[in-house]
């Protein structure tokens, strides 16, 4: 839910985000194109401090203004994502009520006795009237069916009725699509809350794009979810994806990006035969980047107005202050080396979990805290990185260093399944087999994927096709396969978010209802100051060491050269996009 160009983390604005510069470009499109369609992928209600004040109010929001901006933009349909559910059915329920456009999900249902039956719409028939290049006019119907991730019921487990169910996406479109070619769709457009994923299709899988593309009847998949761009020309093609055209199973696939950074389009041509409309040319498909035009810092003049009232309330809910550090707060070398914000995070989840951890059936055994940099690059670009200057601390600031509204679990894990989920984090680095300089991350796994287990400290061997985790261990010693390790962590993970599948059969011991900003805002106030620590608890393996590495940040890290704790840390230059590029010896 970023409306407006602006970055509340940082207070400050910022014009490569937002619906509202979104809107212009969807201005511009329509005024020279007669036939368009606008469609959401869903996670628009919450994610933001936006959000989460209009949450905080006194009612449940029954105007909210994401719907009030998507209502002025004209949509024509919208999926409702993972994030909808982070405030409960019934917050999702009131806010999409106002909604001119359908609102769906075709794979969630409410059980009952008298089998289960759909919360909300599952699809949409929309009937238009577009020009042809003959300038007559031509009626089309149009089917949409929205799939939302299954994971929904572990993710928001504390706040959903134990009555909603969710099927698998790829067999309710299986269902859905014959169901909408038989009411008389003409093109059947599928929004997919989901990412591009693996190439064969297992039962409620998170990231289902390719098998879905496979369905016969589907025409056009918008997919999304995990914050990445499609066309993609650095992906890797392979025989399912053409990641230079945008096309899986050769149909048109887009992914926007995230926050409002980019607008896909998807170009069809369309000629009438005797069994109705076929695609008569190979579709355009077009992520367009908003731009960082600081000209029009505002965007959409008419969304920016509508909403400037939440804007400013806003504003006020995260300037409040909080508490103080001594030090700076920055992530810039977070996904390198050892990192204070993430020593914040681990010790305000473990302070929330103390009591637990203090009792006797836990209190002997090792224990850690999985915390991952979210604000480490990526498509964001190199702004998107924690950088809080020693002072006071604000709101804002806990929301910077835990931007999600996660709760926590706390869990029980062998020691097989830590070692797994490490090995798991370690793909985010690429193979270290060369004597020359290495390029030290995998460009196609993000940031936010490298969790670290706070408490244990191991060494990540990268010479081989993947990683290995050696040398694991706890303050009470070496980790055996057989140890039983308490792990505390987010309930994305818990639900085997980001491929952290070795969840799935913890035994959870804890669970807690409080957000994970929350803890950090609770750690914050209950002491009078902040003393960051930088506690590095891993490291590469020692074959490793005298190899070259180079990797991307921020360039704000060049103010923080001295707090890098690896050595002889070399700043190489910039990248196209801005990023700042280093190179030091393992």
């Given at each position: 839910m970023h409306l407006l160009p602006y970055d509340y983390l940082s207070d400050r604005p910022a014009p490569a985000l937002g619906l509202s510069r979104i809107a212009q470009l969807v201005t511009k499109i329509r005024a020279t194109t007669p036939n368009c369609l606008l469609f959401d992928n869903g996670d628009f209600l919450v994610g933001s401090p936006l959000a989460d004040a209009i949450a905080g109010g006194p009612e449940i929001a029954t105007d909210h203004p994401a719907i009030r901006a998507m209502n002025r933009l004209a949509y024509d349909a919208a999926c409702i994502g993972n994030h909808e559910f982070n405030l409960g059915l019934e917050y999702l329920t009131r806010s999409i009520n106002a909604a001119r456009f359908p609102v769906l999900s075709s794979n969630v249902y409410r059980r009952g006795d008298g089998g289960p039956s759909p919360v909300f719409a599952r699809s949409a028939l929309l009937e238009r009237s577009f020009q042809a290049s003959d300038q007559t006019r031509v009626d089309l119907r149009i089917g949409v069916l929205g799939l939302t991730p299954p994971q929904i019921t572990s993710w928001d487990k504390h706040r959903l009725p134990d009555w909603v169910q969710v099927e698998d996406m790829v067999q309710a479109a299986r269902q859905t699509v014959p169901e909408l070619r038989a009411a008389g769709a003409d093109v059947v457009v599928a929004l997919c809350h989901s990412g591009l994923g693996e190439a064969e299709h297992t039962l409620g899988m998170e990231n289902a794009i390719i098998p879905l593309a496979e369905i016969d009847g589907i025409d056009v998949l918008v997919a999304g979810h995990?914050?990445?761009?499609?066309?993609?020309?650095?992906?890797?093609?392979?025989?399912?994806?053409?990641?230079?055209?945008?096309?899986?199973?050769?149909?048109?696939?887009?992914?926007?990006?995230?926050?409002?950074?980019?607008?896909?389009?998807?170009?069809?041509?369309?000629?009438?035969?005797?069994?109705?409309?076929?695609?008569?040319?190979?579709?355009?498909?077009t992520a367009l980047e908003v731009g960082n035009d600081t000209r029009d810092e505002h965007g959409d003049a008419g969304i920016s107005e509508a909403i400037r009232p939440d804007h400013e309330r806003t504003l006020y809910h995260i300037r409040r202050p909080i508490g103080e550090t001594v030090a700076p707060l920055q992530s810039y070398f977070a996904r390198v080396a050892a990192d204070p914000t993430?020593?914040?995070?681990?010790?305000?989840?473990?302070?929330?979990?103390?009591?637990?951890?203090?009792?006797?059936?836990?209190?002997?055994?090792?224990?850690?805290?999985?915390?991952?940099?979210?604000?480490?690059?990526?498509?964001?670009?190199?702004?998107?990185?924690?950088?809080?200057?020693?002072?006071?601390?604000?709101?804002?600031?806990?929301?910077?260093?835990?931007?999600?509204?996660?709760?926590?679990?706390?869990?029980?894990?062998?020691?097989?399944?830590?070692?797994?989920?490490?090995?798991?984090?370690?793909?985010?680095?690429?193979?270290?087999?060369?004597?020359?300089?290495?390029?030290?991350?995998?460009?196609?796994?993000?940031?936010?994927?490298?969790?670290?287990?706070?408490?244990?400290?191991?060494?990540?061997?990268?010479?081989?096709?993947?990683?290995?985790?050696?040398?694991?261990?706890?303050?009470?010693?070496?980790i055996q396969d057989d140890d039983r390790v308490v792990l505390i962590t987010n309930s994305y993970r818990a639900g085997g978010g980001g491929g952290y599948h070795m969840a799935a059969s913890a035994e959870i011991i804890e669970e807690s209802r409080a957000t994970a900003c929350d803890m950090i805002i609770d750690a914050i106030r209950a002491v009078p100051v902040i003393r960051p620590v930088v506690r590095q608890n891993w490291r590469f393996a020692d074959r490793h060491a005298g190899q070259w590495v180079t990797f991307d940040t921020g360039p704000g890290a060049l103010s923080y050269l001295r707090d890098f704790t690896g050595g002889g840390l070399q700043h190489t230059g910039h990248t196209d996009r801005g990023f700042a590029t280093f190179r030091f010896q393992i």
């Open positions: 995990t914050h990445s761009v499609f066309p993609d020309p650095e992906l890797g093609r392979s025989d399912h994806v053409d990641p230079v055209r945008g096309l899986v199973h050769n149909k048109p696939v887009v992914l926007a990006g995230s926050y409002g950074s980019h607008l896909g389009v998807i170009d069809l041509c369309l000629e009438r035969e005797n069994t109705g409309w076929r695609q008569a040319a190979a579709p355009m498909v993430l020593w914040l995070i681990a010790e305000a989840q473990r302070r929330h979990f103390a009591d637990l951890l203090d009792r006797p059936e836990f209190r002997d055994l090792p224990h850690a805290v999985a915390v991952s940099p979210f604000r480490a690059g990526g498509h964001l670009g190199p702004q998107n990185y924690v950088d809080i200057p020693a002072g006071p601390l604000l709101l804002r600031n806990a929301a910077e260093l835990y931007p999600h509204p996660d709760t926590c679990v706390a869990m029980i894990l062998r020691g097989s399944e830590v070692r797994r989920w490490l090995e798991h984090a370690g793909s985010t680095f690429g193979r270290l087999d060369t004597d020359g300089v290495a390029r030290l991350h995998n460009p196609n796994r993000p940031g936010y994927f490298f969790d670290q287990l706070d408490g244990l400290r191991y060494a990540f061997d990268l010479s081989g096709p993947s990683p290995v985790v050696t040398d694991l261990r706890s303050p009470l010693g070496p």
